[in-house]
T-cell receptor, first 118, second 111 residues
Framework: GAVVSQHPSRVICKSGTSVKIECRSL??????MFWYRQFPKKSLMLMAT?????????EQGVEKDKFLINHASLTLSTLTVTSAHPEDSSFYIC??????????????FGQGTRLTVV | SQQGEEDPQALSIQEGENATMNCSYK?????LQWYRQNSGRGLVHLIL?????REKHSGRLRVTLDTSKKSSSLLITASRAADTASYFC???????????FGTGTRLKVLA
């Protein structure tokens, strides 16, 4: 199947700093990527839809100024957690649709990034 | 919220037994997928079942879909200790590519 690479896998940062997470589609072009957040022992919550060449679409309750998404190319989307606070500590996962689209398209997920803000 | 509900939330069985997890959702979907997640790790895709399909098999996995009841089930036969993980269903809303995840079932298989 298609490969989505997410980097870094783990990051620890100090409160007030910003952290960038990268999501790359390695063997296909991804016009759309999705960012999810997962709290411990909880499900994945969709944060935003990242569209290549245009603004991201955020889910209700997600602060767009806090979680900056950039999708400047067909193979890379980035999520920047700005002015991070301990409550931003979480597991962040990106996904992209493989293939040329269609309603039966499987979603491929990155390995996830565990962010710890101290 | 569209988020699906899964039950049970947690399931503990002996190796060799079958494990059944259920997922219910709220609105029309294009397809439903099941994923597995080991603790602290990423997601592994298990099976995709389309809205016009009723049952699919993959190895020891069997997935059913009942669109009239808006529910799906995942059956793992002859479970192994290595099957211990969290299992999530995810549904793509009709007309979108957005996948919404269920609450998940934490499966523990005891050796």
């Amino acid at each position: 199947g298609a490969v989505v690479s997410q980097h870094p896998s783990r990051v620890i940062c100090k409160s007030g700093t910003s952290v960038k997470i990268e999501c790359r589609s390695l063997d296909f072009q991804a016009t759309t990527m999705f960012w999810y957040r997962q709290f411990p022992k909880k499900s994945l919550m969709l944060m935003a839809t990242s569209n290549e060449g245009s603004k991201a679409t955020y889910e209700q309750g997600v602060e767009k100024d806090k979680f900056l998404i950039n999708h400047a190319s067909l193979t890379l989307s980035t999520l920047t957690v700005t002015s991070a606070h301990p409550e931003d500590s979480s597991f962040y996962i990106c996904s992209s649709l493989g293939g040329v689209g269609g309603w039966g398209t499987e979603a491929f997920f990155g390995q996830g990034t565990r962010l710890t803000v101290v | 919220s569209q988020q699906g509900e899964e039950d049970p939330q947690a399931l503990s069985i002996q190796e060799g037994e079958n494990a059944t997890m259920n997922c219910s959702y709220k609105t029309s979907i294009n397809n439903l997928q099941w994923y597995r997640q080991n603790s602290g790790r990423g997601l592994v895709h298990l099976i995709l079942i389309r809205s016009n399909e009723r049952e699919k098999h993959s190895g020891r996995l069997r997935v059913t879909l009942d669109t009239s009841k808006k529910s799906s089930s995942l059956l793992i036969t002859a479970s192994r200790a290595a099957d211990t993980a969290s299992y999530f269903c995810a549904t793509a809303l009709s007309g979108t590519y957005k996948y919404i995840f269920g609450t998940g079932t934490r499966l523990k298989v005891l050796a």
